[in-house]
T-cell receptor, first 112, second 111 residues
Framework: EAQVTQNPRYLITVTGKKLTVTCSQNMNHEYMSWYRQDPGLGLRQIYYSMNVEVTDKGDVPEGYKVSRKEKRNFPLILESPSPNQTSLYFC???????????FGPGTRLTVL | QQPVQSPQAVILREGEDAVINCSSSKALYSVHWYRQKHGEAPVFLMILLKGGEQKGHEKISASFNEKKQQSSLYLTASQLSYSGTYFC????????????WGAGTKLIIKP
């Protein structure tokens, strides 16, 4: 089944404790992206990757890192999480920027 | 700069029509439309590209006015399943393929 998977789905952590949210797609997509969603603000892009060699900052990259060592995986890293990073996070992938984006199920992160 | 969606919310009776608008202050390369139901991930509806190409579902229609940097999503004969929040995303001509999303339009369909 074609899908984007994210893990964990739910995470409660404390300020400063490094964490990684994994994202994996099995559709051989070139383009992958991370978003955060907060009430009233819609989706905001954190980082995106056009392909394995090109990764760029989105709208709200501060406090986040990403890695695209292989086509299928695009983990999101929070080196020192803070409470303002409490949010719902979505990973998405597509063949290209002008194709359908397939979203993962979301990761609800709470930073205390 | 975030595209502006209007209206912010709309309530319809089943069978009525709705139009959701998306406006940008900059020239656009593409406009993307997605629908999200509560607690779920966004789902693709349509992509409209500069030059007139469209990719999307047959039952969804939309327009893209390149000169005005505006797009509209047309929902006709609405069904209960159309309920949700609709987001437009835009890729500007002067950006490096960064996709920026509007704040969303909440659509409620009543029987």
């Amino acid at each position: 089944e074609a899908q984007v998977t994210q893990n964990p789905r739910y995470l409660i952590t404390v300020t400063g404790k490094k964490l990684t949210v994994t994202c994996s797609q099995n559709m051989n997509h070139e383009y992958m992206s991370w978003y955060r969603q907060d009430p009233g603000l819609g989706l905001r892009q954190i980082y995106y990757s056009m392909n394995v060699e090109v990764t760029d900052k989105g709208d709200v990259p501060e406090g986040y890192k990403v890695s695209r060592k292989e086509k299928r995986n695009f983990p999101l890293i929070l080196e020192s999480p803070s409470p303002n990073q409490t949010s719902l996070y979505f990973c998405a992938s597509s063949l290209s920027m002008t194709d359908t984006q397939y979203f993962g199920p979301g990761t609800r992160l709470t930073v205390l | 700069q975030q595209p502006v969606q209007s209206p912010q919310a709309v309530i319809l009776r089943e069978g009525e029509d709705a139009v959701i608008n998306c406006s940008s202050s900059k020239a656009l390369y593409s406009v993307h439309w997605y629908r999200q139901k509560h607690g779920e991930a966004p789902v693709f509806l349509m992509i409209l590209l500069k030059g007139g190409e469209q990719k999307g579902h047959e039952k969804i229609s939309a327009s893209f006015n390149e000169k005005k940097q505006q797009s509209s999503l047309y929902l006709t004969a609405s069904q209960l399943s159309y309920s949700g929040t609709y987001f437009c995303g835009t890729v500007r001509l002067d950006s490096n393929y960064q996709l920026i999303w509007g704040a969303g339009t909440k659509l409620i369909i009543k029987p």
